[in-house]
C-alpha cells in the first residue's frame, strides 16, 4: 500500500561516527568492526549510530551548481552540464536537555563523568581551556579521551570516539506509516526507512534562548551525497572523492531504534528534562570596568538593571575546499581560520547609567557572557537542586553594535551583538561548553555518550 504522508511522529534522526568511511561498529575492546552478524547474533558489538535528542524540524535540499557555456555566434548557451558535483544542504533543530547531543555532533565540552555517587567530577580541570571544536580539526584516528581511568587498578577504558570527530554520515529514519518511530515493533522495524546522507561537514551551529521557551539549537551541514533505503539498514553512504563510489561496499549500517533519551527520565519519573529559558541564570561582566555588571558605564544603560528577553550564540565554520584534477568531491573540506562566534542580545532596558560615548570606544573593553541552564527544581536521592545541564562562556567578546527601539505602548529595548574568535590554545577567549552528560553513578565510557 502506498505511504499517504509522512509525519513528525515517524521521523528518527541519527548521527554516525567519524571519518564517514570507518566502521559503524565498534568490539567491546574499542576497535572498528564491520562485523554486523556479530552485532545482530551475539550483542557483542556496539552500534556507533547514535539518535539525536529532542529533534523539533530537519529540512535538507539538493542544491545542483550548473555551469553555462556559450559560444560565439549564437545567442541562446550551448548547454548547461553539471560539472560542480551537487551538494546536500541539511538543517535541523533540537531541544537541549543536556549536552549529549553536542558530544555526539562531535564536540569538546567539559563534561561530568558521573562515575561516584554523590560526586560529580569534571573530565577537564577547568571549563574554559578546553578547544570545543578540536574534534573538527583534527583527522586523528587516535582516541579522544585516552588516559582516562574510572579506579586505581583498571585500564583505560575509552578508545572510542576518535580524536577526528569531523566528516560523518547523518541518518534520516521514517518508520511505516501509523508507526511510531520510538520504540517501534520488531516487526514494523523491518519496514523501517533510511535516507542517508554521506560525508557531512558541520558549517554552522547555534543555540537560543527565549523567554517562555524552551532552549533550542540549530545545526547546518554540507553532504556530498545522499542515498534511499528501504529498510533499516544498507551501504553507508561515504563515497570516494575521485570515483563517488562507496568507500567499501561491504561496510554497512543498521539504524538503531528511537529511545526514551532525555537525560534523567529514568531516575526522575514524569519530570520533563528539558531545559526551558525560567531555569537560566545570565550574567555579563567587563573587568575592564570592574568585577560586577553595574560597573559598566559608557553604554548609556545599567547592565544590572536589563532583563534578557533573548540571547541568541552562533559559530560559522568556513570551509576550503581541498580538490583535485581527477576528483568529483573535495577530498576534504578543512575549516578555514578565523572562527567566529557570535552573540546577540535583546533586553529591556531598565535604569539609565553615566558615561561617554567617546570613553566607549577609547577603552573598548571585552566582555564576559555566562548562561547556566539549570534542570527543573525537583529534588531526589543523588541529584542536586543547582544541577547545571548545560553552561555556555563568551569570554573576551568585543561590542560591535548596540541599537535601542521605542515605540508608543511599549517597553523601551536595547539590542546589543558582540563578537568574538575561538581557536585551539587561545585559553580564556571564545565559546566554551560544558553540563551534564551521565546521571550520578552512571560509569563513563566512549560507549555510552
Excluded at 148 to 173: C, M
Excluded at 211 to 218: A, D, E, L, Q
Excluded at 319 to 337: A, L, N, S, T, V
Excluded at 371 to 389: D, L, N
Aim: hydrophobic fraction near 35%.
Amino acid at each position: 500500500m502506498p505511504r499517504v504522508r509522512i509525519t513528525s511522529q515517524a521521523q528518527g534522526l541519527f548521527v554516525g561516527p567519524a571519518p564517514s568511511s570507518g566502521f559503524h561498529f565498534v568490539d567491546s575492546h574499542g576497535s572498528p568492526t564491520g562485523d554486523v552478524n556479530s552485532f545482530l547474533i551475539s550483542g557483542s558489538e556496539h552500534n556507533l549510530i547514535k539518535q539525536i535528542n529532542g529533534v523539533q524540524q530537519i529540512d535538507y535540499s539538493i542544491i545542483i551548481d550548473r555551469t553555462n557555456v556559450s559560444e560565439l555566434g549564437r545567442r541562446e548557451l550551448v548547454h548547461r552540464p553539471i560539472i560542480k558535483n551537487p551538494t546536500v544542504d541539511l538543517n535541523f533543530e533540537y531541544l537541549t536537555s543536556d549536552i549529549k547531543n553536542e558530544i555526539r555532533l562531535g564536540f569538546n565540552p567539559n563534561f561530568y563523568t558521573g562515575h561516584l555517587i554523590g560526586q560529580r567530577d569534571p573530565f577537564y580541570p577547568d571549563n574554559t581551556s578546553v578547544f570545543l571544536f578540536s574534534g573538527f580539526e583534527s583527522r586523528n584516528t587516535t582516541p579522544a579521551y585516552s588516559g582516562f581511568h574510572v579506579g586505581d587498578d583498571e585500564a583505560d577504558h575509552s578508545p572510542w570516539p576518535f580524536q577526528d570527530r569531523d566528516k560523518r554520515n547523518i541518518y534520516l529514519a521514517v518508520a511505516p506509516e501509523g508507526s511510531d518511530a520510538k520504540d517501534m515493533s520488531e516487526g514494523d522495524y523491518s519496514k523501517l526507512n533510511v535516507i542517508s546522507f554521506g560525508n557531512c561537514y558541520m558549517r554552522s551551529w547555534g543555540t537560543s534562548f527565549q523567554v517562555g521557551s524552551p532552549i533550542r539549537n540549530k545545526a547546518n551541514y554540507i553532504c556530498d551525497n545522499m542515498s534511499y533505503h528501504l529498510s533499516g539498514s544498507g551501504v553507508v553512504p561515504a563515497v570516494t572523492s575521485s570515483g563517488f563510489e562507496p568507500i567499501d561496499s561491504g561496510n554497512v549500517f543498521i539504524a538503531p531504534k528511537l529511545k526514551g533519551e532525555v537525560s534523567g527520565v529514568h531516575h526522575r519519573g514524569t519530570a520533563s528534562h528539558i531545559a526551558l529559558t525560567s531555569d537560566i541564570t545570565f550574567s555579563m561582566t567587563s573587568i575592564g570596568y570592574g568585577s560586577s555588571a553595574s560597573d559598566i558605564k559608557d553604554v548609556g544603560i545599567d547592565f544590572s538593571d536589563i532583563k534578557a528577553q533573548s540571547v541568541d550564540f552562533s559559530v560559522a565554520f568556513n570551509r576550503m575546499e581541498y580538490i583535485g584534477m581527477g576528483h568529483k568531491i573535495p577530498i576534504d573540506r578543512p575549516i578555514k581560520y578565523p572562527i567566529m562566534v557570535t552573540t546577540n542580545i535583546n533586553a529591556l532596558v531598565g535604569a539609565n547609567q553615566e558615561g561617554a560615548f567617546q570613553n566607549l570606544l577609547e577603552k573598548d573593553h571585552a566582555y564576559d557572557l555566562v548562561i547556566e541552564a539549570r534542570v527543573p527544581t525537583i529534588y531526589c536521592s543523588g541529584f542536586s537542586q543547582t544541577e547545571v545541564a548545560a553552561r555556555y562562556d563568551v569570554l573576551k567578546a568585543v561590542l560591535t553594535d548596540i541599537s535601542y527601539s521605542n515605540a508608543i505602548n511599549e517597553s523601551k529595548f536595547v539590542n546589543l551583538s558582540f563578537n568574538t574568535d575561538v581557536a585551539d590554545g587561545l585559553t580564556g577567549r571564545g565559546l566554551f561548553l560544558s553540563g551534564k552528560v551521565f546521571e550520578t553513578g552512571t560509569p563513563f565510557s566512549g560507549f555510552n555518550f
